[in-house]
C-alpha cells in the first residue's frame, strides 16, 4: 500500500500539545483510507536551540526536504527572545520556508456556522464569511537586504530592513491566487500599499499584467490600511486576498478572529515543486502553554491541508474537516471558542472527541 513520510516539527509553547492530537487524528485517518504514515519527529525553533544550540538543524530541514510533508506546531517564547537574531527561533522558521522554497502560503478563514457566536464581530457580519488570504512567504521585508542595525549620522543606534520583491516573484504568487481564486468565487483582491511603496507599486503592476490571462476572475486592488477595515466592516466582500508577506501576516491574524479564534486557522506552504508545509497561523501561545488549553482545530485542519495539498489524499482530508465539525457539533469548546451552552474541554480532550468523529465516520464522499 501507498506509504507516506511525514516530518513533525512540534516546536515550543503549546505546538507539542496540539502536534501530538494532530498525529493521533493522520494516523487514524490514514488507517482508514489505506495508506502508511511514517512520522520522523525533528527538533525546531526555541526546542533545537535548547537541544543543539541552533534554531533550524540541517538535519531538520533535511528530513522535511526528504520527507513528503511538514507538519509543524509553532515556534517561538520568552525564553528565547532576547537572543541573537541568527539565534532566534522565529529566524529558524524563516530559514524552513525558504530552504523549502514555499513561497506560496494559503490561509484561509471560514466561518463555521457552530462557531459564529464566538466571533467577536456581530453575527450578521460573520456569517458566512469564506476567505482565502494568499500571502507571499519568501520575500519581500522578511528576507530584503540591506539589514540589520548600525549608527546614524548623528550617532543614533538605527535598525533597518528592505522591502524588495523581483518582478518573478510577484508573478508566481500572483499566479497562485488567481488560480486559486478561479476554484473558489473567482474574485481577487489584491492588497498592498502602491500608494507609498515602490515594491507595491511593483506588484500592482504585475498583478494587472496577469489579469488577462484570467478573463474569468475579477481583480480589484485595496490599500492594506483600507483592507484592515475593511475586514471588520464587511467580511463577506472578500473572496481571494493575494498580498505580500508582511500584510498577509498581519491580515491572517485579523481575518482569523472573525472566524472566533486564531486556535481555528490552518494555512498551507506550497512551493512550485517538493514538498510543502503545513501549520496553523498562530504561534506558540507561551500564556497557555504546557495547560492544557490550547484550541488544537487549527492544526488539526492544518493536517486536513497537508493531507489534501500536499499528499493528494483528499479523502483523508474530508475525515478529519467532517470530524472536527462533528466534535463541534456535539458541544465541545477550548476555553478561546467557548461560549454559554456549551462543554469546556482542553487540548487533549477537544482532541480525543475528534478521534472518536473520525471513528463513528462512515467513507467519506
Ligand atoms: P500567539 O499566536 O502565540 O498568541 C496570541 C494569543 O492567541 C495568545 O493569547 C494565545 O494564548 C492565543 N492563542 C494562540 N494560539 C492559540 C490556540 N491554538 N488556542 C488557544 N489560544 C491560542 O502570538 P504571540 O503571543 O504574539 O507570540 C508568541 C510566540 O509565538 C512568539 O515567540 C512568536 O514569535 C511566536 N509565533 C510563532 C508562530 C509560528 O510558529 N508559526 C506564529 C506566530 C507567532
Ligand atoms: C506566522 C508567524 C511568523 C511570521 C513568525 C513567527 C516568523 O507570525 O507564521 O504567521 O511572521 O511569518
Ligand atoms: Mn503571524
Not at 506509504?3 to 492530537?21: A, C, K, Q, R
Not at 490514514?30 to 520522523?40: D, K, L, P, Q
Not at 516573484?169 to 483582491?189: M, Q, S
Not at 472566524?259 to 514538498?275: D, E, Q
Request: hydrophobic share 40%.
Amino acid at each position: 500500500s501507498k506509504s507516506y513520510n511525514i516530518t513533525l516539527l512540534p516546536g515550543d509553547g503549546i505546538g507539542p500539545e496540539v502536534i501530538s492530537v494532530a498525529k493521533n487524528a493522520l494516523q487514524l485517518v490514514a488507517s482508514i483510507e489505506g495508506f502508511e504514515v511514517a512520522f520522523e519527529e525533528m527538533p525546531m525553533g526555541g526546542a533545537a536551540l535548547d537541544a543543539v544550540g541552533v534554531p533550524l538543524p540541517a538535519e531538520t530541514l533535511n528530513s522535511a526536504k526528504r520527507s513528503d510533508a511538514t507538519l509543524l506546531g509553532a515556534i517561538g517564547g520568552y525564553k528565547w527572545d532576547k537572543n541573537e537574531k541568527h539565534l532566534k527561533p522565529e529566524t529558524g522558521l524563516l530559514q524552513l520556508r525558504e530552504g523549502l522554497q514555499v513561497f506560496a502560503n494559503l490561509r484561509p478563514a471560514t466561518v463555521l456556522p457552530q462557531l459564529v457566536d464566538a466571533s467577536t464581530l456581530k453575527k450578521e457580519v460573520a456569517e458566512g464569511v469564506d476567505l482565502m488570504v494568499v500571502r507571499e512567504l519568501t520575500g519581500g521585508i522578511y528576507f530584503g537586504k540591506p539589514r540589520g542595525f548600525s549608527t546614524n549620522e548623528n550617532g543614533q543606534e538605527i535598525g533597518f530592513n528592505t522591502e524588495v520583491y523581483a518582478a518573478y516573484e510577484i508573478d508566481r504568487i500572483a499566479r497562485i491566487a488567481f488560480e486559486t481564486a478561479r476554484k473558489r468565487r473567482g474574485k481577487l483582491c489584491s492588497v498592498d500599499k502602491a500608494n507609498v511603496l515602490e515594491a507595491s507599486m511593483l506588484w500592482r503592476k504585475i498583478v494587472t499584467a496577469l489579469a488577462s490571462e484570467y478573463p474569468d476572475v475579477e481583480l480589484s486592488h485595496m490599500y492594506v490600511d483600507n483592507a484592515a477595515m475593511q475586514l471588520v466592516r464587511n467580511p463577506k466582500q472578500f473572496d481571494t486576498i493575494v498580498t505580500n508577506n508582511i500584510f498577509g501576516d498581519i491580515l491572517s491574524d485579523e481575518a482569523s478572529m472573525i472566524t472566533g479564534s486564531i486556535g481555528m486557522l490552518p494555512s498551507a506552504s506550497l512551493g512550485a515543486a517538493g514538498p510543502g508545509l503545513f501549520e496553523p497561523i498562530h504561534g506558540s501561545a507561551p500564556d497557555i502553554a504546557g495547560q492544557d488549553k490550547a484550541n488544537p482545530l487549527a492544526t488539526m485542519l492544518s493536517a486536513a491541508m497537508l493531507l489534501k495539498y500536499g499528499l493528494g489524499e483528499e479523502k483523508a482530508a474530508q475525515r478529519i474537516e467532517a470530524a472536527v465539525l462533528d466534535a463541534l457539533n456535539r458541544g465541545f469548546r477550548t476555553g478561546d471558542i467557548h461560549s454559554a451552552g456549551h462543554k469546556l474541554v482542553g487540548c487533549k480532550e477537544m482532541g480525543e472527541e475528534v478521534l472518536k468523529s473520525i471513528d463513528s465516520k462512515t467513507p467519506a464522499a
